[in-house]
Nanobody, 127 residues
Framework: QVQLVESGGGLVQAGGSLALSCAASGRTFSSYTMGWFRQAPGKEREFVAGISRGGGSTYYGDSVKGRFTISRDNAKNTVSLQMNSLKPEDTAVYYC????????????????????WGQGTQVTVSS
């Protein structure tokens, strides 16, 4: 089992940047696939980015490609999301999630594939 705690959310102007971090408990962090999802009011939870256990493979939602970067540090039990060129439509609660080994790339995009979730951190982008 793993516990996840997100940090780094806040208020930023459009065009600005934010860096989110997710700290994981436990000694088996490197055995988990990690992902970031977001949920805006009245909308479904949306895949943002995912990263394989060793960090060699990354995946992004179409709306954030080229602007967001996911990374992980298995020695520090952390996964990060660097968000650049932020837009008002990026406003949402951002969640960190952990899952098992994924055998297909499509699994990264499905929230149901992830077993553990953080409490979320609010990101607000003003226009």
């Amino acid at each position: 089992q793993v516990q996840l705690v997100e940090s780094g959310g806040g208020l930023v102007q459009a065009g600005g940047s934010l860096a989110l971090s997710c700290a994981a408990s436990g000694r088996t962090f490197s055995s988990y696939t990690m992902g970031w999802f977001r949920q805006a009011p009245g909308k479904e939870r949306e895949f943002v980015a995912g990263i394989s256990r060793g960090g060699g493979s990354t995946y992004y939602g179409d709306s954030v490609k080229g602007r967001f970067t996911i990374s992980r540090d298995n020695a520090k039990n952390t996964v990060s999301l660097q968000m650049n060129s932020l837009k008002p439509e990026d406003t949402a609660v951002y969640y960190c999630a952990a899952g098992p080994l994924f055998y297909t790339s499509s699994a990264y995009y499905r929230a149901g594939q992830y077993a553990y979730w953080g409490q979320g951190t609010q990101v607000t982008v003003s226009s």
